[in-house]
């Protein structure tokens, strides 16, 4: 018999992370959060284990090399990561969304 392995993936709203005075597009960062907690919920149902890195410990401060360091961890790991990236709802570019 196998052993089942835990479904467990990375999802993490993008400019959330260090994001210095690179905060996206107008919009941008919300339109990401709102798109990863609906995927969370979605693939927590599922069975997936969603781990959301924007979420933790805010006091934290997690600095950018540092983030890249623990993604590439988890991806050897065989961990998916996903960032969601968008334009955001007023972002200009009408008809190219």
């Keep these: ?38 995927a969370s919920q979605k693939l927590r149902r599922v069975g997936w284990e969603v781990v959301r890195p924007e979420l933790q410990d805010p006091t934290r401060n997690v600095k950018w090399p540092e983030y890249l360091e623990w993604v590439i961890v988890n991806s050897r790991a065989g961990v998916p990561v996903i960032e969601v990236h968008g334009q955001g709802l007023r972002a200009g570019m009408p008809r190219r969304t």
Excluded at 4 to 26: M, Q, S, Y
């Design 1 to 38: 018999m196998h052993s089942i392995r835990r479904k467990k993936v990375i999802l993490c709203a993008g400019h959330f992370i260090d994001p210095g005075w690179e905060t996206g597009a107008p919009g941008e960062r919300d339109m990401n959060m709102l798109i990863a907690n609906c």
